[in-house]
């Protein structure tokens, strides 16, 4: 159900059934219910699940706590409230959860003074938190009186339902919250949870509803599917409101320069710097999101050398910051002490922080859910406009930030993608219902599947996780992997495998890997320095990159450590800046390409038309509009511009045979594309291929050319999965990620008998573990989870073939194009393997000698 479909006027007090108290106290402090609070309860009171899409500051968390508050007063005011979970409130959040506590205790005691002062008397209702900080006197504290409102993580509702006491007061639980959807749908903790969930549902006594909040998100339909699970096979009954229309939202692009490739790199840093200094001073309170953290500390760094006034009240807030130094930051912040906090990513989430009337973007956000989830945060009620301002870094940020912006005011969003079927996850849960009880294997399988991302779930992936737990690949104890559970197939039957177990599974609960940084070596043992392990996963044998000003190739790794070797006068593959970047959604990807189409069509007529033009459709400034056209008229003076039914492969030498692909369709499903593309191409010329990529598409460089026809072949769909999973075999991500999965396969034990193992010591095992059952059991499950973790989760491999499919049915015509050296729209694609630009400052002198010669081509120069 549309949220705007709904009648919201009329007598909300004769449509909702709350407590007279509860009434009271509402009206005491609100003038009227708003939007989201009024759809919501209604449905809440004709007893339905309800997913609640909304903007903060719109009363949403209210909303799905005052009915249950309301339903427990009544109970209170008989004397009818008993020693038991009544409401299971899950955030994924730990700060969230204090925050949550204390919203809900303040109004709780204004409830027992109208109370008090009406001569009521009221059974005193609790409220408690718990989370991996809980110590054991509280958990003790918990169970003898259990909260009545239990606020908790993912994490924790998975142990506590495998504590055979604690989960006796979840019996009959009413309503089960779930906060902050969006940020648990698209990842392995919205998994967890939904198993957790439907563990929950199955041991009510009664009828449990479901309520889930969420910011900006779709499709709705789907995401109400994910929180309200299935039942029989069929999806159960859950109405989703989205409410986000009903905020106003102004989100503007700012060019800090008419012409980047002009502009000399101090400029653009000077000017972008002055912009978001100036809008930060005519506002009260602004929040920057930039998309890194090292960005987040020099945008700091620059903000209170240009606001001295202000220089105390800037602050950084991200996540290599102790949690102390956050939250002292978000209390400031709450308070209005504070003229400016930057941050990455660690606010996008629904923390209290008070008042904000300024959002500034500093480069794309790349996701139009995610813009409006930022922008979001300021004009806190529902009805005060969000104010957004993106300001772009470069010409591509700026095509694409004029699309994303004109796109989230018309509030056409992302589509989320779930994970489907994750086999790790479920290895956790299998052992945690294990120690529950014995359980008969149909049973267990019929709760899974009542899961959403379980929904399709074979009897045989079911088995092949239940063999594996149970012990059933005797080669894997040599290298002590032992059996958790016990399993009689025979019977139909499983359990739980002694005492240990349950300790196990207590300790290594969870989905989020343990990530530090990567020694680099040399081969003769020098210590070089340390690389994040996300970059370490990009790093494919061969690769040469930048590190401490010196230029290394990268020969192979041992557990938490790469070995290189010292090389001169060699092309970086994967330049010291391309890290924390955040990639583009492939919707959005679709977007630019049809903005790509729509300006190449218009390019033959009159150019001031198409400067206002594109300034009118997108609401950008006429400069920003100017350097658009500029951008373009360029890189069809020089090669061609790739459209939405065209895709332009650029060829020229350059030290060898160079292609530059322009797929557009973001970097996740560019890795599976340029990763496949490599692999042939290698294939054809018999040597190894380096390549490059981004979000607008990738290069490959090979030492010999390859003709037109063996291009276009690189195109097709046929055994494009089965040619990514060989391109895969001998890479760092699969090594990186395959622990990962073996840790929360409970392979590897990161915690065993109160000891911690390091993730070095994890990194070594799994390398051993991973050779072995590649050799000997190919279709293990651990093993085949990592493959679909790496070509589904992180490279989008469904979005590449759907590309691809387009090539194949002729909806998009591969245009081949020899040019003398990369194209405007090819720089910063070929700028990720240029030995000149290995570092961010000399990223853009590169560019401008780049810009410089395309200058002089489309002059007509022969000096090119």
């Known amino acids: 159900m549309n949220a705007m479909n709904a009648d919201l006027k009329g007598e909300v007090k004769g449509e909702i059934d709350l407590h007279p108290l509860v009434l009271r106290w509402f009206f005491s402090k609100y003038r009227e219910f708003s939007p989201p609070q009024k759809l919501a309860l209604k449905a809440i009171n004709e007893g339905k699940n309800v997913l609640v899409s909304s903007p903060t500051g719109s009363g949403k968390t209210l909303a799905a706590f005052l009915m249950a508050i309301s339903r427990l007063i009544e109970y209170a005011e008989r004397g009818e409230l008993e020693d038991r979970v009544y409401v299971v409130y899950v955030s994924p959040l730990r700060a969230l959860n204090n925050d949550i506590r204390r919203n809900l205790e303040k109004p709780l005691a204004e409830i027992y003074e109208l109370a008090k002062r009406g001569g009521i008397k009221l059974q005193q209702i609790r409220v408690g938190v718990r989370t991996g900080d809980t110590d054991v006197r509280e958990r003790s504290r918990q ?69 889930g909040l969420s910011a900006t998100i779709a499709p709705l339909d789907e995401v109400a599917r994910f929180l309200a699970g299935y039942e ?5 009954e859950c109405v989703a409101f989205d409410v986000t229309f009903a905020k106003p939202v102004d989100i503007r692009v700012l060019a800090p320069v008419t012409d980047f490739f002009t502009s ?65 930051v978000e209390e400031e912040l709450k308070a209005g002490k504070l003229k400016c906090v930057v941050s990455s990513t660690s606010l996008e989430l629904g923390i209290d922080i008070g008042y904000i009337d300024l959002v500034i973007l500093i480069g794309s956000p790349k996701s139009i859910n995610r813009a409006l989830q930022r922008v979001g945060r300021s004009g806190h009620r529902i009805h005060e406009v969000s104010r957004g301002r993106i300001v772009v870094v470069d010409q591509d940020d700026l095509v694409e930030c004029s699309v994303l912006a004109k796109e989230a005011m018309d509030r056409r969003l992302d589509r989320i993608r779930i994970p489907q079927k994750p086999l790790d996850v479920l290895c956790q849960h299998v052992v945690g219902m294990a ?27 079911f088995l092949s996780v239940l063999r594996y737990l149970a012990g059933k690949y005797t080669i ?34 969870g989905t989020i890997p343990d990530e530090v940084a990567v020694r ?160 042939r191409a290698g294939k054809i010329c018999g ?22 026809g063996e291009i276009k072949g690189l195109f097709r769909l046929k055994d494009f999965r089965s040619d990514l999973e060989r391109a895969l075999e001998k890479t760092e991500i699969l090594k990186r990620r395959f622990r990962h999965v073996a840790v929360r396969s409970f392979m590897i034990l990161k915690k065993y008998m109160g000891r911690e193992k390091s993730v070095w010591r994890q990194q070594l095992n799994a390398e051993i573990l991973l050779k072995l059952i590649k050799k000997e059991l190919p279709d293990f499950p651990v093993l085949r989870e990592t493959y679909r973790e790496i070509m589904e989760d992180a490279m989008h491999i469904d979005e590449a073939m759907d590309f691809l499919s387009t090539v194949e049915r002729g909806e998009r015509r591969v245009v081949l194009k020899r040019v003398p ?38 002059e007509g120069s022969e000096s090119i």
């Open 520 to 679: 680099v070596v040399t081969k003769n043992g020098k210590f070089v320095g340390k690389v994040e392990e996300d970059f370490a996963g990009r790093l494919v044998r061969g690769d040469v990159f930048v590190l401490a000003g010196k230029t290394f190739r990268f020969l192979h790794s041992k557990g938490m450590q790469l070995v290189v070797e010292e090389v001169e006068g060699e092309k970086p593959t994967v330049p010291s800046w391309f890290s924390e970047q955040l990639p583009l959604s492939y919707d959005l990807a679709q977007k630019v390409q049809e903005f790509r189409s729509f300006v190449a069509s218009m390019l033959d007529g009159g150019r001031e038309d198409i400067v206002k033009r594109i300034a009118r459709l997108y609401g950008i400034d006429i400069r920003a509009a100017e350097a658009i056209v500029n951008y373009f008229m360029e890189q069809k003076s020089f090669s061609a511009i790739p459209t939405r039914d065209t895709v332009l492969v650029e060829v020229f030498e350059d030290d060898g045979f160079t292609l530059i692909f322009h797929t557009l369709v973001g970097r996740r499903a560019n890795n599976a594309l340029a990763r496949v593309f490599a692999y």
């Open 476 to 509: 894997l104890e040599e290298k002590s992997v032992y059996g958790k559970i016990w399993l009689d197939e025979e019977a139909g039957e499983f359990g739980r495998r002694g005492k240990l177990v349950r300790p196990i599974y207590y300790m290594n609960v």
């Open 435 to 461: 120690i529950e009880r014995k359980w008969k294997i149909d049973e267990a399988l019929k709760v899974v599947r009542s899961a959403y991302p379980y929904r399709n779930l074979s009897k045989e992936e």
């Open 264 to 328: 000399s790199a101090e400029e653009v840093s000077e000017r972008l710097y002055d912009t978001v200094a100036n809008l930060v001073r005519s506002s009260k309170t602004t929040l920057i999101f930039t998309n890194t953290r090292s960005a987040t500390e020099r945008v700091v760094f620059q903000l209170k050398n240009r606001l001295p006034e202000w220089k105390d009240a800037i602050k950084a807030h991200h996540s290599s910051l102790s949690r102390d130094v956050r939250l002292e």
């Open 232 to 236: 029989n096979g069929k999806a159960r």
């Open 821 to 858: 050296g990369p194209s405007p729209f090819s720089f910063n694609i070929y700028l990720m393997g240029d030995e000149e630009a290995v570092l961010m400052e000399d990223k853009k002198k590169v560019l401008m000698e780049l810009h410089e010669r395309v200058l002089k081509f489309s």
């Open 687 to 708: 040597k190894n291929v380096k390549m490059a990529l981004n979000d607008n598409g990738f290069m490959l460089k090979l030492d010999s050319p390859l003709e037109e």
């Open 143 to 211: 169970l003898r009186k259990p909260p009545h409102i239990l606020i908790t993580t993912p994490e924790t509702l998975a142990i506590v339902l495998s504590s055979p006491k604690f989960a006796e007061k979840l019996r009959r639980v009413m309503y089960l919250i779930v906060d902050e959807v969006h940020a648990l749908a698209e990842n392995k903790r919205g998994s967890h949870l939904t198993l957790s969930m439907a563990r929950l549902e199955n041991i009510q006594e009664g009828k449990m509803l479901r309520i």
